[in-house]
Every structure is written in structure tokens, then in C-alpha cells.
């Protein structure tokens, strides 16, 4: 059996200092390489999961603490694939096609290549320990990201993110060594704690779930710990935000699963957890209607598909679990797709406030369309790899919660009519014509293309992932 | 073979300090430098065996050769390799300072390896003293400093020559480890009064809060590379002697110490931390985070378990490398006037390694994977919440949040805004801060061997 | 053979895709060639329906998500109105567009709105319908904005695709609980299920989005808007098809309205739009608005009759509706190019002169006007048999009768004044109206008088029980009707006119009531924003409390660092406190 897991890291590893060796110029096609092979082995990984029906693969590597005996361990769930797939697409895309102005390149690809390294680790991770260290090297490979490549005002975004995160990954800290204590075996091992926890005594398990909880909030974002995301988007390149809203959210929304999986006692408080989620999303709903800057508006989208996707976990059922993973895998294309016309109109006009961009369609139809699919594909229009998600999620929440379950499905329709709102004061308008600085090259183009191909892909044939669930 | 460690390092010792004495008349500052980084050498690698070989016996009646005391013989011997350098390049007159350097040494090796209450007494003075003599040696800025060194460690020895009297009529041999053997005295007042005065006094050194205070002032004004040696070695030495007084003397009160130190490691963790997020000047902003750093050392000890030692004793060694390469930087950049943050801007287009090793070494500091740093604080949280330590560890934890601040303060400032005019450092701080990054990352995503030294020397000093 | 119904214009949409930029000229013609195949197709399959079929595409746990179709007559009846329309309107659109930069992109868009469209009147679930609908909505998007240039497109776009996008979702949740509570999503299993309060919820949620979808009441105003999309897009989308995916969605579903009591609500709703629609195309005054308010009546008497539970009357307004008003948006279509695309029918003038025209909609409004023979009389006069049981309302559609017919004459009667200064031009410009819009135009004609034969076979084609209308139903209406035709001919054509908007501005208010309804979507609209507004000051004092929790510690830090005051006297003091305390607290 081939260590498709271990290559796919390995090879990271190689480009970030295949990137760090070259010159600035060539330093996106080599980082672009070895991305892209890491994404070619995640498809490999899809196809051989595929042939044989099942997903078996579980690679061990040399030991890391072997007092808490910790190794390098990596394996698959459908969720975890359906993630890394997204991650290493996302990632691919953002390496070549994300930085229009071509701006500190070298230091962006490193960072993108080491962000999906902790990104593809940290989904694989059989061992919550592992899963905590590749948390934080992803948070510290995107602050740097915010850092050094963000706009104006970065420092302030970059702190504020800085904080949450690591408040977060804190907790997170506090909650597995937790978990490791309590559990009989002493141990970080995700199936052995799955299938020990239950001896945990209730109280304690509340405990450990109320950090998880927090934590993944945090990183997720779900009112009233969402603050950081817009501001950290407003700054961010776009590279940044693409991975920022594509990926990093997706932690959250893996590492929820997680926790629910983890601590049987965490069904006690399904219902909670899903009135918050259907609260958030509304609530991130109204908030987007106030914004003007597009990254903001695409960044509470984001808050109120994450929302929806905190819903679906709190299911708790088949279906809500498979349809949280499914969301997570449009969204991250979706989203990522979506702050990638963002910097391609930023790239345009020099602005991002949609009431001053005029006419985009008139100065680039791709990034106009694409944008359009971009709201299809957020509002969950059928075809599009999000209908599928939205409609596992509901259908799993109907089950548990009754019919009221389906209601955050309208806070969609808040979102989508904003959406289009925005389309129609800046896409579709030439009413006057803001002045066109740049013109975007064909690699933005392609970027489009490849999302676009995945977004139909996932959505024409939602089995690719939904068979490795048992349903 | 074990007798012969202990003539070797004696042996090597001997010779440090004697051609360090010479140095004085012969000026030869590159021979001396070569010649005292091969002692210590001889040293790291005689202690390294020493940990290898794993016995434990005692040599020449004083000197106790086990893990746990060659693992600190082989701490600070690299730690004052390291030091070394820095002063060579930097202290106006070495050759004084290493004549210094080898009395102090003596005192170090002395705590790491003793075997009685009054050699630590001995140790600690021995190894103070000399310090407050370095500060002064470079100037008369730094006599404030120095000043306030000498009456501050003045009144700490007193008090811990008071505890060692105080234990005195219970155990006439002074030994370390006997009183251990004695269970009957457990809840003696008088000893439990020495207890308290040990801790005071060792306190001092190790900097925690309240006996702590003269830290921030003299680790300012202190030339950078004494400031490592105060920080990377001299505190790390009061907690090895904080071990020894602990553990093998005072084990039954084993109840009083750990709430003792338990509310002095809150205190210090929250002072070090919160005081740190209001600190301009660099220099100042590391002894802050020096001292939260002790206090989550402290952790370790409050456990009283094996597990405990193990983890402070792993997040000793690797704090020592992390603040000598902070403080080596500091040092290097000090001396071209850049010492606020603000001066910072810009370091990362000047000199993109040592901006990168300073950001490793931050990240570290305040506990992120994959870097040593992180390895120690995990130990240490898990050890305290393996007694079920739950509340001090949320603190702990809180801690290490807001600490987030003030090093992302630094790290952001140093890649504030590019500029040009690029800054190369000298060798010397270029190697220091090569082998403690080397040292930072090696460990954190390898930490197996060094835990396994740990824990071996954890082993060793602990009772039962 | 059915799934080539959707493979055809989708492949011409995919070829078109690729030709954007290159061939203008040949992209109607690529549209046009896939309508015939369709039509083909479908001509096939309305001799031999062949078996319903169903292609799975995933599954769910035991809940099968699935393409499925069906030959039902209802359904065949849908698919060839819409195949017998799709040739004529892209014929017509071949005369009709003139800018070359933008021919690709029109057919492209309106033949992906033709696949789905016919996929829509074939599908046999919930999915494959529900995948269609979105379709239609998108389409009906991006073909309502098609000249993004112009000022009020993409607003009316946005209107339409918020109003409909409202419905997709209140759709979609009703999809999805008829899905969880019954485990299937196929129509032939729903109809047959019992009742329960989900299947009840679901079959509001899925009424109100066949409101939004079929523009009724409150959902109507985005029609009229809606306009602003080219003439075929109009006649296409706007009367003829799309909007009576939503009267066609409660048809099939019926019994299930019948069985949880909810049809006095679409009856209601249903008098109610088709009074508002009657009321907005007497006073409006845009040429296409008027017989866009005519649609939302024809639809509404559409609900009408569902409500009345006469699912046979509701069938025959919709077969004969089509032709009519497809007919009619043409024939306008064809008036405003005759007059620079003026849009106010009071300057636009001479549609006399082209008499073959004039002819073709004459019929057409005569038709609409229900006189008899012409098809349009057959559907109301059915309707009126149906609502011979309730006198409320019949005398309500009683007065949408008359309404009808004056304010089609109106529109006939205003379009077709003299203009005694331009003349000539005019004759020039209607003589020079492409034959391939005209030709579509007499072919709808024909097709209007065919249909009152093709109608007496309705009623066995859909093998109702009910039986088809007896004439003497229909003479009643008529006779409304030609009350309203003769009012219209004394006021528009005698100059008898009456100034409502400035004589009685109080009374227009009420009887133009698209301003009105548009002010209270407006408050709705608002009403939100200052939801939203609140919000944001959420997040806003949330942050400001985080900031505020942060700068507290800093401050904290100040006052802590105070101790470190560089004297000596206050370290030793600090010791020795320290100390003292530490020494007391446990010896103590």
C-alpha cells in the first residue's frame, strides 16, 4: 500500500524549501508544483478509497513523544477526506492564481505550502495532540500570511486574529490533555478515546466539551466569537482570505465534529448547540446587510454557512454529520472562489467597496459570471456542491429537532438577497463606469475554472464522497 | 569508571578557572577563548557520559555524579559556552569578566552536583557575588545595577544561611537526603519555618514574585550577555538548588512547599505577564517574560511528582537556550541603539535570520508547536493537571494567552515595513543564535532524547 | 428518448457557450435548430408517452435522490406548449435581436431556460422538479437583467430574483420536510401518503412558493418589472411559461390542498391577484407592464379554479392562455420597434397600419377577452362553470370580465390611434418588421383559433371526469366582456378618456396600486435594514467590550508596574513583605 498521506506531507515539506530556494520569480511555479502534486495524490487517495469501497489508510511514522506515546499518525475518515481534498484544491488554486499583483511571492508561496502542510495534517491526524500542533502551525502560517501580505491596516487585524486563535487553540490545549488524563489508557488516540470516553464521568465530560466547544467556536466563527474573521479578511491578501474562509473555518467545523464524536455526553447539549448555530446564522445574516466592502460581505457569508454547518453537526444523526462534511467541502470552494473574484475585482478597480466598482461585467466577464456562480453556489442553488450539503444538513436537523430544524435555512434567503444586491451595483451596472486600472491574467482565469469544475463536480456527483458515509 | 567523572570534572574545573585567573596577566583573549570553550567541552561531553551511563555515586565525598547532576553539569557548561562567546565580543575587559565567569562556574557546578546544604549555601554565594562584579565590570552605567545586585543577594543569602541553620539541629551532617529518611519530624514548626526561608531565598534567584522585583531593573542595566547569564543560567541554578532543598531535604513537608509555591507561581506568572504587556524597551519586556517563564517552571515542582520534575527540568533546559539566544540578539542590536519595539521595525528586511530567530524564539517562549517550548509547557501543564491541578492550570493556561501580546507585539514590529539598509551581526552572536535555534526547533519536533534525559534526571533526585 | 427533451438545448446552450464571441449569426439559428428537435421529440413521445423513468443520482440512507420523469397527460400537455412556443419565440428573437455582440450570450441563456423548462414539465419529484425551478429562477435572473446597461434592468432583475428567491427557499424547506417525513420524494408516492402536520407545513411553505414563482399576491410585483427583459424574454418567460410553473406545481399536487383544506386559501388569493392584476392594466400605461398585470390575472384565475378544486377549468386557462399572450407580447414586441421602442401606449401610435398585424391581435385580444368561438372563451366559460356554485365568486370574476375587456381594448384601441405628423415614417417602420417576427405572430393567431377545436379534446386527454364546459356557462362572461370592449370603445376611441391620476389622485392610489405594494416592500425591506442595523451595533459593542477587556489588563499592567520604581528600599521591602507573609500564612 502505498503512504499516500505521508508523500502528500513530504512533498509539502519539499516545496516550502523548493520555494525558499528558487528566486522570487520562479517561486509560485515551484510552489504551484508540489501543490499541485500534493492535490493529484488527494484525488489518487479519492480514486483507490473508491475501488476498493473503503477508506484504509492509516500511516504510522516515527514517534514523537513517546511518553504519551505519540507518533506521527495519520488515517482517513470520509470526513477527513473530504477535507483534505478541499484543503489541497483550495490550496492549489490559491498558490498560482491568488496574488494578481504578483507581490512578495516567495514569501506568500512558502506560507500557502506550509499552511496546507498543517491544513492536510491536521484533518489526517489520528492523535489529538497531533491535531492541536498542526492547528497551531496553520494559525501561525496564516497570521504571517495576514502579516506580511495584508493591506493598510493589517497590524490590527493580525493581533486581533492572533488572540482568538490562540485563545482558542489554548482551550483546545486545556481540553486534550483533559481527555488524556480521564480517559483509562492515558492516551491522544482519537479511536481509542472515541470508543473509551464513555467512562469518563459525566461532569468531567462536560467540562472537556465546554473548552472543545469554545474552542472550535471560535475558529468556526459562530456568534458571538466570530469578531476576528471580518476584520482579519478586510486585511488579508487575498490569498490569505481564500485559505482564511476556505480552510482554517474548516478546522472549527472538523474539529466540532470531532468533539461531538469524542464526548458522548456533548449530545446532552445538541439542542443548545443548534439554536446557537441557527442564531448565528441569522444574526451574521443581518450583519452582512450593513457591510459594503465585498471581502466583508463574502466574510459573513462565510459566518452564516459556518453556522448552518454548526446545525448540522448538532444533529448529531447520519445525515447532518455527512451533510456538515459535504457543506464544509462547497463552502471551502465556494468561499475560496469567492475571494478570489473579491481580489480580482480589487485587482480591477483599486476598490472593493460595491457601490463605488461599477460594471465589472463590462471589464472582466469571467470574474462577473464567476461571481454570480459564486453566489449560486453560496445560496445552494441545485447542481452546485452546497445544495447537496444544505439539504443533508436540514433533512438531519428535521430528525432531530422536528420540523422547526429547517428554519436557518431562511437566513439563506437574507444572505442570497443581499448577494444579489451587490451583483446589481457592481457586476451588473455600467450606469457609471468606474475606471479599470488593471486587467487580470489568465491564471486568475483558470483559478476560476478549476473552482468552478469542483464546485459542479461535487454537486453533479455528491456520491464521489457520499458513499465512504454510512447513511 | 564513575570515580573518574568526578576527578574529570574537578580536573577540568580546576583548569577553567585557572586559566581563566591567568588570562589576566597574559591577555591573550582568543587563546583563553579557545582554551575555556574546550574545558567546558571536556566538561559537556564528561557529563554527557555521565547522564549516558545512568549510575549514580558520589565522588570525592562532595560531588554526587548522577543523571540529574551531569544533566546540568552538561546545561551549563553549554549555556556558558554560549555566554562565553557573547562576552568576548562584547564585555570591555574579558579577560576580568572570565576570572568572574570561573568563580561563578564553581558555584554552578557546585549546585548541580551537590551533595550538602552548605555547599548550595556556598554555591549560590559563590555564583552572586561574582555577577554583581560582571555588571560593574563594563562601565559606570552599569554600577546601579550591580548595586542593587550585591544588597538584594546580600539580604538572600543571609536568609538562606538563617535556613540552613535552622534545619541544622535536626540533621548535624547538613546532607542532602537525610532528613528525607526521617519521617517523624514532618510538621516541625522550626522546619517548617527553614522550609519557607529556602524558598524565600531561592526565590530570589529563581525570580519569583514577590523576591523578584530587583529583576527587571538589573536585567535592564546589566550588560546583554551577564543579562543571558542572570536569566539563562544564574535562575536556573536556584531552581536546581530549589530542587535538591525540596526534594531530598524537605520531601515530608512536601504538603507546605507545593501550596507555597503554587500561590508564588500564580503570582509570578501573572506579574511577569501583565507587567510584560505594558514594556517598550525589549530588554525590559524579556526579564518580564523571564519571570512569567519561571513561574511556569514552578508548575513542575508544584506537583510534587516525578512527572513534574521531569517537565521542569525539560522546560529548564530549554528555556536557557531560548532567553541566551533572545538575549544574544537583544545584546547584538543593543549595541547598535536599537532597543524599543519601534526601534524594531524593519528588522526582518535588515537581517532576515536573526528576525526569523527571534520570532522562533517567541513562538516558543510563549508555548507554540512545533518548537521546544512547547514540548516544556505541555509537560508542565499536564503534570499539574495529572494531580488534578485543574484550576492552576487554567491559569496557567490564561497566562500563557496573554502573553500572546507582548511577544506579537515584538514579532510584528520586527516585519513591520521593509527596510534596505541590511544589518549583519558578528560571528559569535551568529553562532550563539544558531545552535539555541538549532536548539529550539531540534527539540520540539524531536523531543524524545531530551525527555528521556529528563526524566532520567527526574529519576535520579526523586524520592520514593 | 424523454432525457434528449433536455439534452437538446442544453447541448445548443454548451455549443453556444463556446461561440460567444465568434459567429452572432449563427446562434439563433443553433437555438432554433435544437427547439425543432425538441419539438420533435416531443411530438414523439405526445403519440407514444412511453413509461415514466427515473435515473438515480445518489442516495441518502434509504432516501433516494433521483432524475425522474413522466409521461403523465397533464405533464405531456405542459411539454408541448412549451415545445410548440420554444421554435416560434426563437424565430422571433432572430428578427428580433439586433445587437450581434449579444446574440450568443441570448440564446445561450434562453436555452438553458428551455431545458429547463422542459425538464420541469416532465419531472416526476420533488428534486428533479426542485432542480428545474432554481433553473427557471436563474434564468429568469439573468434574461429580466439581459441589458445590464440600461437603467432599471438589473434592479428589476434583482426584485425578481429576490421575490423568487424567497420562494426557492420556502421550497426547499418544504421539500425537505415532505422528504423526512415520508422517506421519498416522488410525486406519485406524496399523493398517495396520508396526512400529517409536516406533509400540511410543506404544502403551505411550497403554495407560497408557487406564489412567488407565479407572481400572486403579495409576491406579484416583481412581474411587471420584470419587463424590462427583452420582448421575447417577455413573451417566453413572463406569460407564456415560467410563470405558470407555480399553478402547475399546486395542479398536480391538488388532492393534497384538497385533502388539508387549504384550497379557500388559493381561491382568495387568487380573486385578490386577479383583481389587483385587472385594476394595475387599466391605469398603467407601459405597453408590456399592461399585459404583464394581464398575466397576474390570467394566473390568478388560474388559483381560481384550483381553488374552486376544478382542475380541469384551471388546465384549459393554462392551455389557452399560452397562445394568447404569447401572441399578444409579440404583436407588442412588434409595435414598439414600429415606434423607436417607445413604451408608453399613449405615444405610440398606427398599429392599424400593418393589417395583418392588427388581425393577429385582434384575435388575441378577443381571445383574452373570452368571446366566443376563440379559445379564451372556452377557458373562462369553464371557469365560470365551475364557480356557478359560489355567487361571491362569480360575480368578482364577473367584474374581472368586464375589467378584462376594457382594459384590452384600451391597450388595442390606444396602440392603434392615427398619428397625423408621422405617418409615413410609421408605415415605413411597420412595414419593415422582420418576417421572422411576424411570422410567429399570424402562427400564434392560427394557433388561438385552433385552439378552441383542440380544446374539446382537452378534457379526454387529461381523462377528467368532469366534462368540458357547456357554452351558456361562458355567455355571462361575455357578456362582460363585450360591456368592457364597448366602454373601452366610447372612452378610448370616442375621447371620452377619464384622467384618473389627476382628477381623482385618492382613487388612482387605489386602483394603481403597483406603487403601493411596492412602498410596503419597501418597509419590509427597511424593516430589515434596521434589523441589520441592530445587529451590527451588536457586534460592534461586542468588539468594543473585547478591545475593552484587553485594555483593562493593559491598565492593570501600569498600575502593577508601578512597583518597579527603580529604589532599592522597595525591592527589599517587597522581599521582606513577601517574606513575612509567606512565613505567617503557614505558620499561622
Known amino acids: 500500500m502505498i503512504p499516500y498521506l505521508g508523500i502528500m506531507l513530504a512533498s509539502l515539506l519539499l516545496g516550502i524549501i523548493g520555494v525558499l530556494l528558487v528566486n522570487e520569480r520562479h517561486s509560485r511555479v515551484v510552489g504551484s508544483v508540489f501543490s499541485g502534486i500534493t492535490m493529484l495524490l488527494a484525488f489518487a487517495v479519492l480514486v483507490s478509497g473508491i475501488q476498493s469501497g473503503s477508506l484504509n489508510f492509516s500511516e504510522n511514522y516515527i514517534y514523537y513523544i513517546s511518553q504519551f506515546n505519540v507518533s506521527l499518525n495519520l488515517q482517513l475518515t470520509p470526513i477527513s477526506l473530504a477535507l483534505v481534498l478541499m484543503a489541497s484544491v483550495v490550496a492549489f488554486v490559491t498558490v498560482f492564481a491568488g496574488n494578481p499583483e504578483h507581490e512578495r511571492e516567495k514569501t506568500a508561496s512558502a506560507l500557502i505550502l506550509l499552511f496546507e502542510f498543517a491544513a492536510i495534517g491536521l484533518f489526517a491526524s489520528g492523535n489529538l495532540l497531533l491535531f492541536f500542533i498542526f492547528w497551531d502551525i496553520g494559525v501561525l502560517a496564516l497570521f504571517f500570511m495576514i502579516y506580511l501580505l495584508g493591506s493598510a491596516n493589517r497590524r490590527r487585524a493580525a493581533i486581533k486574529f492572533l488572540i482568538y486563535e490562540l485563545l482558542a487553540s489554548l482551550l483546545l490545549l486545556f481540553a486534550i490533555m483533559l481527555v488524556y488524563f480521564y480517559t483509562p489508557m492515558h492516551s491522544f488516540d482519537i479511536n481509542y478515546i472515541i470508543a473509551n470516553s464513555v467512562t469518563m464521568s459525566s461532569s468531567t465530560q462536560t467540562l472537556i466539551f465546554a473548552f472543545l466547544f469554545v474552542a472550535f467556536l471560535i475558529n468556526m466563527p459562530v456568534f458571538p466569537l466570530h469578531l476576528w474573521l471580518p476584520d482579519a479578511h478586510t486585511e488579508a491578501s487575498t490569498q490569505g482570505s481564500m485559505l482564511l474562509s476556505g480552510v482554517l473555518t474548516k478546522f472549527g467545523g472538523y474539529g466540532m465534529l470531532l468533539a461531538f464524536a469524542l464526548i458522548p455526553a456533548a449530545a446532552n447539549f445538541s439542542l443548545f448547540v443548534a439554536l446557537l448555530g441557527g442564531f448565528s446564522a441569522f444574526y451574521a445574516a443581518f450583519v452582512l446587510m450593513t457591510q459594503h466592502d465585498i471581502k466583508r460581505v463574502i466574510a459573513y457569508t462565510t459566518i452564516v454557512e459556518m453556522s448552518i454547518i454548526l446545525v448540522g453537526i448538532a444533529t448529531l444523526n447520519p445525515f447532518g454529520t455527512a451533510g456538515a462534511t459535504f457543506a464544509m467541502l462547497a463552502h471551502g470552494f465556494a468561499i475560496s472562489m469567492l475571494f478570489l473574484v473579491a481580489g480580482s475585482i480589487g485587482h480591477i478597480f483599486a476598490d472593493r467597496d460595491f457601490r463605488a466598482v461599477k460594471g465589472v461585467i463590462a471589464s472582466s466577464a469571467a470574474t462577473g459570471y464567476t461571481f454570480l456562480i459564486g453566489v449560486f453556489a453560496t445560496t445552494g442553488v441545485p447542481l452546485t456542491a452546497a445544495f447537496i450539503g444544505d439539504v443533508l444538513i436540514f433533512l438531519g436537523a428535521i430528525r432531530a429537532f422536528s420540523a422547526m430544524g429547517v428554519i436557518p435555512l431562511l437566513s439563506l434567503g437574507i444572505v442570497g438577497a443581499y448577494l444579489y444586491y451587490v451583483m446589481n451595483k457592481s457586476v451588473f451596472s455600467t450606469r457609471e463606469v468606474s475606471k479599470t486600472i488593471e486587467y487580470i491574467g489568465s491564471s486568475q482565469k483558470l483559478g476560476y475554472a478549476i473552482l468552478l469544475f469542483f464546485i459542479f463536480l461535487f454537486g453533479l456527483l455528491p456520491f464521489l464522497i457520499l458513499n465512504f458515509f454510512n447513511l | 569508571m564513575i570515580p573518574y567523572i568526578g576527578y574529570i570534572i574537578a580536573g577540568a574545573l580546576f583548569l577553567f578557572v585557572a586559566t581563566d585567573i591567568l588570562a589576566v596577566w597574559h591577555k591573550k583573549l582568543k587563546l583563553q577563548l579557545i582554551v575555556s570553550t574546550a574545558l567546558l567541552g571536556l566538561l559537556a561531553l564528561t557529563a554527557l557520559y555521565g547522564i549516558m551511563s545512568g549510575q549514580s555515586s558520589v565522588a570525592l565525598g562532595i560531588f554526587n555524579i548522577n543523571p540529574f547532576s551531569m544533566l546540568f553539569v552538561l546545561l551549563f557548561s553549554l549555556s556558558l559556552m554560549l555566554v562565553n562567546f557573547l562576552a568576548y565580543e562584547y564585555s570591555n575587559d574579558y579577560a576580568a569578566f572570565l576570572m568572574l565567569l570561573g568563580f561563578a562556574s564553581i558555584g554552578m557546578f557546585a549546585i548541580a552536583m551537590a551533595n550538602s546544604l552548605v555547599t548550595i549555601l556556598l554555591g549560590i554565594e559563590l555564583m552572586t557575588v561574582p555577577t554583581a562584579f560582571m555588571i560593574m565590570l563594563n562601565g559606570k552605567q552599569f554600577v546601579e545595577s550591580a548595586i542593587k545586585l550585591f544588597i538584594l543577594a546580600a539580604i538572600a543569602i543571609s536568609v538562606l544561611s538563617f535556613a540552613v541553620a535552622l534545619v541544622f539541629p535536626y540533621d548535624p551532617s547538613l546532607a542532602l537526603a537525610s532528613l528525607a529518611t526521617n519521617p517523624g519530624i514532618s510538621g516541625t514548626y522550626i522546619l517548617v519555618l527553614a522550609l519557607l526561608l529556602f524558598i524565600t531565598a531561592l526565590s530570589f534567584d529563581a525570580s519569583l514574585f514577590p523576591f523578584n522585583l530587583w529583576i527587571p531593573d538589573v536585567y535592564t542595566g546589566a550588560p546583554g550577555y551577564v543579562t543571558a547569564l542572570l536569566a539563562g543560567i544564574n535562575k536556573k541554578v536556584a531552581f536546581v538548588a530549589l530542587f535538591e532543598v525540596l526534594l531530598l531535604v524537605m520531601f515530608p513537608l512536601a504538603g507546605y512547599y507545593s501550596s507555597a509555591l503554587q500561590a508564588l507561581a500564580i503570582m509570578t506568572m501573572f506579574f511577569g505577564n501583565i507587567v510584560a504587556l505594558v514594556q517598550n524597551n525589549v530588554k525590559r519586556l524579556f526579564a518580564y517574560s523571564s519571570i512569567a517563564q519561571a513561574g511556569y517552571i514552578t508548575l513542575g515542582i508544584v506537583s510534587v511528582t516525578q512527572y513534574g520534575i521531569e517537565a521542569s527540568i525539560f522546560q529548564i533546559i530549554v528555556h536557557s537556550f531560548m532567553i541566551i539566544g533572545s538575549f544574544a540578539i537583544v545584546l547584538w542590536l543593543e549595541s547598535k541603539n536599537i532597543r524599543t519595539i519601534t526601534d524594531y521595525n524593519g528588522l526582518g528586511s535588515r537581517n532576515a535570520f536573526a528576525a526569523f530567530a527571534l520570532t522562533i524564539f517567541m513562538i516558543s517562549l510563549i508555548g507554540i508547536p512545533p518548537t521546544a517550548g512547547f514540548v516544556g509547557k505541555f509537560l508542565l501543564f499536564t503534570s499539574t493537571i495529572n494531580v488534578g491541578l485543574l484550576a492552576l492550570t487554567i491559569i496557567a493556561v490564561i497566562n500563557s494567552f496573554i502573553s500572546v501580546y507582548y511577544y506579537a507585539k515584538v514579532i510584528m514590529s520586527m516585519y513591520a515595513k521593509k527596510d534596505r539598509s541590511a544589518m549583519k551581526a558578528t560571528w559569535s552572536i551568529n553562532a550563539v543564535v544558531l545552535v539555541c535555534l538549532a536548539v529550539v526547533i531540534v527539540f520540539g519536533i524531536f523531543p524524545q532524547p531530551l525527555i528521556s534525559m529528563a526524566s532520567a534526571a527526574a529519576t535520579a533526585i526523586f524520592p520514593i | ?588
Open chain 3, 1 to 588: 428518448m424523454i432525457e434528449l427533451l433536455v439534452v437538446f438545448p442544453l447541448v445548443a446552450a454548451a455549443i453556444l457557450s463556446l461561440l460567444l464571441k465568434r459567429s452572432p449569426k449563427a446562434a439563433g439559428y443553433i437555438a432554433l435548430l435544437a427547439a425543432l428537435a425538441t419539438l420533435a421529440i416531443a411530438l414523439s413521445i405526445f403519440i407514444s408517452p412511453g413509461a415514466p423513468q427515473s435515473f438515480q443520482w445518489f442516495t441518502a440512507g434509504n432516501l433516494l435522490f433521483s432524475i425522474s420523469t413522466t409521461a403523465a397527460p397533464i405533464n405531456i400537455l405542459l411539454l408541448m406548449l412549451v415545445s410548440v412556443i420554444t421554435p416560434l419565440i426563437f424565430l422571433y428573437s432572430i428578427g428580433f435581436m439586433r445587437v450581434p455582440s449579444e446574440q450568443a450570450r441570448f440564446y445561450f441563456e434562453m436555452c438553458v431556460f428551455a431545458a429547463a423548462m422542459v425538464l420541469f414539465s416532465i419531472s416526476a419529484n420533488f428534486i428533479t422538479m426542485f432542480i428545474a425551478w432554481e433553473m427557471l429562477g436563474i434564468t429568469s435572473y439573468m434574461l429580466i437583467g439581459f441589458w445590464y446597461r440600461k437603467e432599471h434592468a438589473p434592479t428589476a432583475a434583482r426584485k425578481a430574483i429576490t421575490t423568487i428567491l424567497i420562494g426557492d427557499i420556502l421550497m426547499l424547506m418544504g421539500i425537505l420536510l415532505i422528504g423526512a417525513a415520508y422517506g421519498t420524494f416522488e410525486f406519485s408516492a406524496v399523493l398517495s401518503a396520508p396526512g400529517s402536520p409536516a406533509l400540511d407545513l410543506a404544502l403551505i411553505l411550497i403554495l407560497l412558493a408557487a406564489f412567488t414563482k407565479s407572481a400572486q399576491f403579495p409576491f406579484h410585483e416583481w412581474l411587471s418589472d420584470a419587463m424590462e427583459g427583452p420582448t421575447p424574454v417577455s413573451a417566453f418567460l413572463h406569460s407564456s411559461t415560467m410563470v405558470k410553473a407555480g399553478v402547475f406545481l399546486i395542479a398536480v399536487l391538488l388532492p393534497l390542498y384538497e385533502a388539508a383544506h387549504l384550497l379557500p386559501v388559493i381561491l382568495v388569493i387568487g380573486l385578490v391577484s386577479a383583481l389587483i392584476g385587472v385594476s394595475n392594466a387599466l391605469t398603467d400605461r407601459h405597453i408590456k407592464k399592461i399585459l404583464a398585470y394581464s398575466t397576474i390575472e390570467d394566473l390568478g384565475l388560474m388559483f381560481v379554479a384550483l381553488g374552486l378544486g376544478s382542475l380541469p377549468a384551471a388546465i384549459a386557462l393554462f392551455f389557452v392562455q399560452t397562445f394568447y399572450k404569447a401572441l399578444l407580447f409579440m404583436g407588442a414586441g412588434a409595435i414598439m420597434r414600429a415606434n423607436d421602442e417607445k413604451e408608453d401606449i399613449y405615444k405610440i401610435y398606427g398599429a392599424t397600419l400593418s393589417r395583418p398585424l392588427i388581425a393577429a391581435m385582434a384575435i388575441g385580444a378577443l381571445s383574452i377577452a373570452g368571446i366566443f368561438p376563440l379559445s379564451g372563451f372556452f377557458g373562462k366559460a369553464m371557469l365560470e362553470g365551475a364557480a356557478m356554485q359560489n355567487i361571491l365568486v362569480y360575480t368578482i370574476i364577473f367584474a374581472v370580465e368586464l375589467g378584462t375587456g376594457l382594459y384590452m381594448f384600451r391597450w388595442m384601441f390606444t396602440v392603434s390611434r392615427k398619428s397625423y405628423e408621422q405617418t409615413s415614417t410609421l408605415k415605413l417602420n411597420y412595414g419593415s418588421i422582420p418576417k421572422s417576427m411576424m411570422v410567429p405572430i399570424y402562427v400564434l393567431a392560427a394557433a388561438v383559433l385552433v385552439a378552441s377545436i383542440a380544446y374539446l379534446y382537452l378534457p379526454t386527454y387529461l381523462q377528467s371526469s368532469s366534462g368540458g364546459a357547456s357554452i351558456s356557462d361562458g355567455l355571462i362572461g361575455m357578456f362582460a366582456s363585450i360591456i368592457g370592449i364597448a366602454l373601452a370603445y366610447r372612452i378610448y376611441l370616442q375621447g371620452h378618456r377619464v384622467h384618473l391620476e389627476s382628477t381623482s389622485p385618492g382613487m388612482f392610489a387605489v386602483v394603481h396600486n403597483s406603487t403601493l405594494v411596492n412602498s410596503v416592500y419597501l418597509k419590509i425591506t427597511r424593516t430589515f435594514s434596521y434589523a441589520a442595523g441592530l445587529a451590527m451595533y451588536i457586534d460592534f459593542a461586542f468588539d468594543k467590550m473585547t478591545y475593552g477587556f484587553a485594555q483593562a489588563l493593559i491598565s492593570s499592567g501600569n498600575i502593577i508596574r508601578k512597583v518597579e520604581n527603580g529604589q532599592t528600599n522597595m525591592y527589599v521591602l517587597g522581599f521582606v513583605v513577601g517574606m513575612v507573609v509567606l512565613v505567617l500564612a503557614f505558620i499561622l
